[in-house]
């Protein structure tokens, strides 16, 4: 803290440069003002007889006024801004030292899918990287499950997005297996992280149910779906990546092999499976009045479309 002295100087400074700025010129006579000390420096500064040279016009004294204060500020301010930084006491926001924005790192979540030869899973999420998708491994569950799992970033893919990709690439109706893939280990499973992943994974599959995509006819027969829905950390869900299990050439009609793609598709009969549930279809049936129609089995309509987009 600047002493009382300093301070005493400062201030008897100051009202000496305001007398002296704007008070009219004092008289020479030794009066009361040569008897107060505080302002015995404007009584030797006008002491000096007036002349034309001398004398100070208004504009000079405002001059001086600016001068004198900018002094007086370095006196006094600068002992006080060391003073509060010594003692730990806040500095003006224009002094503060600017802090750079945080960037806030991305985060990253996982979905875990079987449904066949998990190849075909792997290839057709492969396709989705610009859309969110940040890396695909194959691997085998607990209990031998072939199995995708799907690394994505939550702010760019939802995971509404990612059952609809695997709702479009399964036969939910066959649980013994998938098309030329039989057994257990080839089941359609969906595997949840939580309460919430749960709750959608039962919600598209039973709006898919009643859109009745997967029955036969058009429009199509309701038929029950048999995907397991089960909890990811279990025992028998912890998923081990095995690389053996894929094939580095086959991911999807993005890149890659696109023929080996196709010509593997058609063997395992998914193409023609895929290509009969979707397909428009011509019918003579009747409905609201209407004979004859092209009838498409996976609308807005009937929530199928919206389901296979993530968009429900």
């Not at 040569?34 to 030797?44: G, M, N």
């Not at 806040?90 to 979905?111: D, F, G, L, N, R």
């Not at 098309?179 to 499973?189: E, I, L, Q, Y």
């Given at each position: ?67 004198g204060f900018g002094i ?60 969110g998708v940040l890396s ?175 968009d429900w």
């Amino acid at each position: 803290m600047p002493s009382r002295s300093v301070l005493l100087c400062a201030a008897t400074l100051g009202q000496a440069l305001f007398v002296a700025a704007f008070a009219p010129p004092p008289t020479l006579s030794a009066g009361p003002l040569s008897r107060q000390p505080h302002l015995r420096l404007c009584a030797v500064a006008c002491s000096t007889p007036p002349s034309p040279h001398n004398q100070r016009r208004p504009v000079e004294r405002r001059h001086f006024l600016g001068v004198g204060f900018g002094i007086l500020a370095h006196i006094t301010l600068k002992p006080l801004r060391v003073f509060a930084e010594d003692e730990g006491d806040e500095i003006p926001p224009s002094a503060a030292a600017v802090t750079p924005p945080v960037t806030p790192q991305s985060v990253s979540a996982t979905a875990l899918f079987s449904g066949g030869d998990a190849r075909f899973l792997q290839a057709i999420f492969e396709t989705k990287r610009d859309e969110g998708v940040l890396s695909t491994s194959i691997g085998r569950t607990g209990d031998g499950t072939r199995a995708v799992q799907v690394s994505y970033d939550p702010a760019k893919i939802s995971y509404k997005k990612l059952l609809g990709v695997f709702w479009h690439e399964v036969d939910p109706t066959d649980g013994g297996g998938q098309f030329k893939d039989r057994g257990k280990a080839f089941r359609p499973v969906i595997y949840v992280s939580n309460a919430e992943e749960r709750a959608l994974a039962e919600k598209s599959m039973e709006l898919l149910v009643e859109s009745g995509i997967y029955g036969q006819g058009a429009p199509r027969t309701i038929v029950p779906f048999a995907v397991d829905i089960k909890d990811a950390g279990s025992s028998d869900s912890l998923f081990t990546p095995k690389p053996s299990d894929g094939d580095k050439d086959l991911v999807g009609p993005a890149g890659g092999d696109e023929k080996k793609y196709k010509d593997a598709m058609a063997k395992s009969g998914r193409a023609k499976f895929f290509y009969d549930k979707y397909k428009p279809l011509k019918t003579t049936a009747c409905e609201d009045g209407v004979c004859g129609f092209v009838y498409s089995p996976c609308t807005s309509q009937n929530s199928c479309l919206d389901v296979i987009n993530g968009d429900w």
